[in-house]
């Protein structure tokens, strides 16, 4: 069975740091594009961060660039986001998640939540003073 386990959410302040992890199992996780996605109070539903099967290409959606870096480790199935300079509009739930669209597809539109596969449960992340 497919498992997209997330963790390391939680509460920090704007232009702290978090760490967010994802566990993959049940499928051939480095044959997958990955994504970070999340879902926030303002603006629902935001692709935030992808990366090919191999790691050496990673996209970003503007609102994030320069703060967070997504990185994977084929070896232990698992995929990152580094989230530094954090923002009280980054507070959401953030979720890893399977890729099935060409990556040139983020410089037309705004990928939605038809174009990616697995998702898992999730992890909170609050922005707060």
């Known amino acids: 069975d497919v498992q997209l386990v997330e963790s390391g959410g939680g509460l920090v302040q704007p232009g702290g740091s978090l760490r967010l992890s994802c566990a993959a199992s049940?499928?051939?996780?480095?044959?997958?594009?990955m994504a970070w996605v999340r879902q926030t109070p303002g603006q629902g539903f935001e692709w935030v961060a992808g990366?090919?099967?191999?790691?050496?290409?990673?996209y970003y959606a503007d609102f994030v660039k320069g703060r967070f870096t997504i990185s994977r480790d084929n070896a232990n199935n698992a995929l990152s986001l580094q989230m530094n300079s954090l923002k009280t509009e980054d507070t959401g739930v953030y979720y890893c998640?399977?890729?099935?669209?060409?990556?040139?597809?983020?410089?037309?539109?705004?990928?939605?939540?038809?174009?990616?596969?697995?998702w898992g449960q999730g992890t909170q992340v609050t922005v707060s003073a």
């Open positions: 990366i090919n099967p191999w790691g050496g290409n990673t």
């Open positions: 049940g499928f051939p996780f480095s044959s997958y594009d």
């Open positions: 998640a399977t890729v099935y669209f060409d990556w040139r597809y983020i410089y037309v539109r705004k990928p939605e939540e038809r174009n990616f596969g697995y």
